[in-house]
């Protein structure tokens, strides 16, 4: 399915517009304002881009949804399998007020407690919104949009699975490539030729991390032109979309020989990560997956070589809950996708990292992702 295709099922936006709704009086809020992003693609099935164009989405208690856009995109509203209310402006940013105002008067939100997603929600809209019904309250609302999308049904986890499927198909169509004296960027660029070969959606959540030696030491390094060497460990984290939904996975290779500490802090790497994995079951609290990594971590010695969060949730976004690290008492439930992605990190000298994604089910975790987590030495 493309990005932009609705599924064929008329059933599937109302379902989870009706959802949102119970949850929405669970928080005592009168609506959920949305900009474009994955709350409004899981939401509507709408794709817009963000821009200098505004647009916004109300999902109130008492009214079928209402949308601001511009006049050219008002034909996505058309053969939606919901009723929605379409407020479109022209090129005059003057108008724009107009249109929100006349959008939340039709929602009748001026004076109401409206949930918006603070990590989406630009200064642009907001200060519209604002001036459209300055009597209204605008509430943070993550946690309700993530009590949404954190359960994921068997149509997303279709859709991961094939991305998974696509992003290890792609590495296995890479690694012969893989060259003593090729530059990390040009390993890279192979890497993200051979996602979209596989059938990756056009647009990727993240970029590969390719890094080498000491680069491997930065957990978000960006590839450079550092030359792949004898001796070194390579970390690829990569990952594929498919109809919107993502793969993060990351494996940890050896250019030659390498030295026996290397070979040492991959094996407790690898031990800390099916300990996380092991650990993943309903009713388990998501700070318990990252204390059986990070335990075997620490005991190995190396704890302060962790820096990071054992996971984090994926799904429509590369990064959305649930987040698996100290702190976090959110118990496991069936449907809760996420990263389980120890690492051990030396600083000035090289790193390893092992990340797999796995679903909860009613008995326990399934990795969806497969690809060999033992260290190849790849020349």
Request: hydrophobic fraction near 40%; aromatic fraction near 8%.
């Amino acid at each position: 399915m493309n990005p932009g295709t609705i599924p064929s099922s008329p059933s599937v936006y109302q379902n989870r517009q009706a959802k949102l709704a119970a949850v929405l009086a669970e928080a005592q809020l009168d609506s959920l304002i949305l900009n474009p992003g994955p709350s409004m693609v899981y939401l509507t099935g709408l794709h817009f881009h963000l821009s200098e164009r505004p647009v916004l989405v109300f999902f109130s208690l008492s009214h079928a949804p209402v949308i601001v856009l511009p006049e050219l995109e008002m034909q996505k509203l058309k053969g939606l399998p919901y009723e929605i209310h379409g407020f479109s402006y022209g090129e005059d940013p003057a108008e724009w007020v107009k249109s929100f105002h006349n959008a939340i008067h039709a929602a009748d939100l001026s004076d109401k407690r409206n949930g918006v997603e603070p990590r989406q929600l630009r200064l642009l809209e907001y200060s519209l919104l604002t001036e459209a019904a300055p009597k209204a309250s605008y509430i943070q609302s993550n946690a309700s949009v993530a009590k949404l999308r954190m359960y994921k049904d068997e149509s997303e986890l279709s859709s991961m699975r094939k991305a998974v499927e696509i992003a290890q198909s792609a590495l296995y169509a890479t690694l012969p490539q893989v060259k003593i004296g090729m530059t990390e960027r040009q390993l890279a660029a192979e890497l993200t030729l051979q996602l979209f070969k596989a059938g990756c959606d056009p647009e990727l959540h993240f970029t590969p991390i390719v890094s080498t030696g000491p680069n491997a030491a930065n957990p978000h390094a960006t590839p450079t032109d550092r030359r792949l060497s004898p001796g070194d460990l390579l970390v690829i984290d990569w990952g594929a979309n498919y109809a919107g939904y993502a793969s993060d996975i990351t494996r940890t290779f050896a250019l030659s020989k390498v030295d026996t500490e290397y070979e040492k802090i991959h094996n407790i790497v690898l031990e800390a990560n099916q300990a996380g994995r092991a650990s993943a079951r309903p009713g388990v609290a998501a700070e318990a997956v990252d204390k059986a990594a990070r335990d075997v971590i620490e005991a190995s010695g190396y704890g302060n070589y962790f820096t990071h969060r054992t996971g984090h949730g994926i799904g429509l976004e590369g990064h959305e809950d649930p987040y698996i690290r100290v702190g976090s008492p959110m118990l496991l439930e069936p449907g809760m996708t996420f990263t389980v992605e120890p690492g051990i990190y030396l600083p000035g000298r090289n790193g390893v990292r092992i990340e797999d994604d796995v679903v909860i089910t009613e008995t326990g975790a399934e990795s969806l992702t497969n690809f060999p987590r033992e260290i190849q030495q790849l020349i």
